[in-house]
Every structure is written in C-alpha cells, then in structure tokens.
C-alpha cells in the first residue's frame, strides 16, 4: 500500500514525489520505461549523447530557479535562426526580413501595415494574418504550422500563444527590412544547460532517496477500491494517485468512465515527433544552436546542435545536429524510419550543415507524446477528462497529465501541486 502513488518518472513525478518526501510523505513513483525522465531523458550513441528533442532550462518562478541554481549549468544567449529557400533569416522573421530580395522585402512590409484589424477569438490563422499581414504570415508561421502543429492554422485556437510569438511594431519591422543589426527580440534573455549529464542531470538533486521503480507501466486503475494494476500483473493499493499519464489514455484507463469521458478522452491529440539524431566526426556542423525550417521540401521543422549545448554531449573533437520532424492522426510521417535518415542527411547537406562522408552515426527514434495539439473545442473536452479525474480523487499533473503546453518548470510546478493534498496541509 502506498500513501502517494505517483503514475510517471518524468519531471512532474518526480517533482510530486520530491514535494511529498519534503513534506514527511511516503510516495512511490511507478516509471513505464526503464530509466526515468521521461521527455528530459537523452539517449548514447557510441559516445554521442542526445537529448530527447531540443531542451534549455529557463524560468521566472523562484522554486524551480532553485533547484536550477543547485545544477551545474552553461548559460547560452538565446539566438535561434530561420532557414527558407537557401537564406539564413534570424528570429523572429516578421522583424528580421533584411535577407529577403527587394521586391519581395517590400510586398511583406505593404502586407503588415494593411493587416487586418484584430478581431475577437480568431482562429490561429486568422489570428497571423491579424498580427503580420498576409504575406508574411502565409509564408513563414502559416507554413511552419503546417509542419509542426501538423493542421492549417485555422484548425487550431490562440489560447497557447502567450509570448511565444513576438509581435512587432511596424518601426521594428521596417529596420529588420534594412539592416541585419536587429536587436535580440526572443522572449528570454539567457537559457541554461548542464555542463555535464545531458538535460536531465537538472534532475539528479531531485531524484535521491526517492522510491522510483522502472518497468511499471500502470494499465488500469480502480479508484472506488484505491489501486493501480500494472502491466506485470502486480497491483497496487493507494491513499492518493497523481498521474502524469496522458489524458487520452485515461478514458480508458479508470474503472467505470462514463461514454462522455471515453470520448471526450479520445478526442485529445498530441504530436508526435520522429527524431533523427546525427553524430558526425568533424569539430563543427552548422553555425546555429537551434533554427527552424520552413520549406515545405523539408520534412524537419526544428533543428538543434545538441554539442553546442554542451561539448559533453560529443566525443572530443565532434559535433552533432538533432532533426525534429513532427507527425500526427492528421498527418501521417510520410517516410518509413530509415528513409527518414536519408531524406534528413540529403537536407542537411543541402542546407550546408554537414558532409554525409563525415557521419559516424545516425540514430531515428519515435516520441509518442510531443505536443498537445490546441484545436479548437479542445479545452471543453480537457475539462470533462479532468473533472471526471477530480471526482475519483486522482490529481493529474505534467504536460499531458494537465494536457497542457508545459515547459520543464511549467511541469515541475504542476508536480509540487502535490502540496495541496489533503494529508499534506
Ligand atoms: C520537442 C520538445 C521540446 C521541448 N523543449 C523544452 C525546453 O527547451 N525547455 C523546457 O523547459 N521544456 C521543454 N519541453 C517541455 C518538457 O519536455 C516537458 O514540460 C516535460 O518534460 C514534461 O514532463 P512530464 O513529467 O509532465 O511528462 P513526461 O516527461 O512525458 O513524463 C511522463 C512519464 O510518465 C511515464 N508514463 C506514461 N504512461 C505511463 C503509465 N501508464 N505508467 C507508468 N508510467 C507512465 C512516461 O514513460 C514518462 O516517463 C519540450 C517538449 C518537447 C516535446
């Protein structure tokens, strides 16, 4: 019997059994996988580490600001470039058009001052088109979300934005047309990295002493008689639950959800992602820590420099690229894993990243669960999941345990709500 069980060894797990152990609380973290860190784990290759997709540490809130303060971490200037068309644009474009040809500089400046005025709950592309003009939102966020979102814009709602996309006033738009001395315009002014381990040594401090037991992957849970089964066949009984479990596979999951709750659940969807992870022999590849890619041609939208990260991350004297391409229930991945590989090899020395003679090892893994997808109706259908789970007495945490666009701290927090149990307070 456990006081807490807590269903995932990501960070928000982690960080909910963490709190309870502060706390004087007995918890015990059931992990699926055999290691734990879920989206913050990496991955070797013959003396290549990679992360799962791109991470950096950033973070406004003072509790999870400590727990980065205590790692070992180099900090790198937030400066993300754009690649379309053979042109190396910096971030973010609609304040950054000065690679662009004359003509073309101009039809997207026209564009932006004859935008559309903003109109109440627009969807997303409606929303672009409001923000930067036709032009310019046509032919780079329009097309990226096409790539990353895997649905036209007009699919999906504005609820996740926050100050993910930067809105321009038309004097920055016109000086990124005419000179490539913009200021740095990205929404965070430093992100950290540890100096060694991989993006969840972060996680090390938090993990100790804590009982986290790998190979437990909870199939069922029976919250009228308090216990989880496990795809072993063990169970266990429990006080409180708190599931980092991904919401749609939690119609499923509860003993007696009701249709509405099944369907609602079945009606969430997330990207996923196809990694393709490249380690090559030579000291440099690119000149970018991350950038994204718009053409269509190309089927990753976001690539990352993981030994830029860190020099931990190669063997000395290499380098190494990471290729995110996203796919989905409305996008299916248009390449088998291993033609994936190539297309991104031919890709990446197209757009001068690398000599596919110098690649000592290549890597393409599947992230089931990368994104929760914004479409619109999605929160209503979040909100009867979730309060079904309220109602068993189940407290959902992480990216897709709230079902949520989560960052590392985001999902941290959502852990330490762990707090507000009852036998906590
Ligand atoms: C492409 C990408 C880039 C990102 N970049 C950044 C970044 O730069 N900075 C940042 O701060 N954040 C970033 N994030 C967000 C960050 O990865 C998440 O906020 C965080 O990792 C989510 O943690 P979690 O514990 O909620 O979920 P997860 O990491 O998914 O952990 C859930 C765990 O539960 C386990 N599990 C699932 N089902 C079961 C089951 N039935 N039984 C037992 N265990 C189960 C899984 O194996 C997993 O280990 C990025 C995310 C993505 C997808």
């Not at 990446?348 to 914004?374: H, S, W």
Request: charged fraction near 25%.
């Amino acid at each position: 019997m456990a006081e807490i069980l807590v269903l995932g060894g990501g960070v928000s797990g982690i960080s909910a059994a963490y709190h309870a152990r502060q706390a004087g609380r007995e918890a015990v973290i059931f992990e699926a996988r055999a290691r734990y860190g879920g989206l913050l784990d990496h991955f070797h290759k013959e003396g290549y580490r990679f992360d799962n997709a791109v991470h950096f540490a950033f973070s406004k809130n003072e509790a999870y600001s400590e727990v980065l303060k205590k790692a070992d971490l180099l900090t790198h200037r937030p400066e993300p470039y754009n690649y379309e068309q053979g042109r190396w644009l910096k971030h973010p474009v609609q304040n950054n058009l000065f690679p662009l040809p004359v003509e073309e500089k101009v039809e997207a400046i026209k564009g932006f001052i004859e935008r559309p005025a903003q109109t109440e709950d627009p969807d997303y592309r409606q929303w672009l088109y409001e923000q930067f003009g036709k032009v310019i939102a046509d032919r780079f966020p329009v097309r990226y979300t096409d790539k990353y979102w895997t649905v036209p814009p007009e699919k999906l709602s504005t609820i996740w934005i926050g100050n993910r996309l930067y809105r321009p006033s038309l004097d920055e738009v016109l000086y990124g047309a005419m000179t490539d001395s913009t200021p740095q315009t990205y929404y965070l002014p430093e992100m950290f990295y540890p100096r060694r381990g991989g993006f969840r040594a972060i996680l090390d401090q938090l993990v100790k002493g804590l009982d986290l037991r790998t190979g437990k992957e909870a199939v069922r849970i029976d919250p009228s008689r308090r216990f989880v089964e496990c795809r072993d066949g063990t169970r266990e009984y429990y006080e409180y639950l708190i599931s980092s479990v991904p919401l749609p596979e939690m119609g499923e999951m509860v003993e007696g959800a009701p249709e509405a709750v099944k369907e609602a659940a079945s009606g969430l969807w997330a990207t996923s992602i196809a990694l393709v992870s490249i380690g090559l022999k030579v000291p440099e590849a690119g000149d970018h820590l991350w950038f994204y890619v718009y053409d269509r041609g190309i089927l990753p939208a976001r690539v990352h420099a993981p030994y830029r990260k860190s020099p931990d991350n190669v063997p000395e004297g290499c380098s190494s690229l990471q290729f995110e391409t996203y796919f989905s229930r409305y996008k299916p991945l248009e390449l088998s894993e291993e033609t994936l590989v190539d297309h991104v090899a031919g890709a990446a020395e197209k757009m001068g990243l690398l000599d596919r003679t110098d690649i000592a090892v290549t890597d393409c893994r599947i992230l089931p669960y990368a994104n929760v997808v914004f479409e619109r109706g999605m929160s209503a259908k979040r909100r009867v999941v979730l309060d079904f789970l309220t109602e068993q007495g189940i407290l959902p945490v992480g990216r897709f345990g709230e079902w949520d666009y989560l960052w590392s701290d985001q999902s941290y927090l959502s852990g330490k709500k762990v707090e507000n149990l009852p036998c906590m307070l």
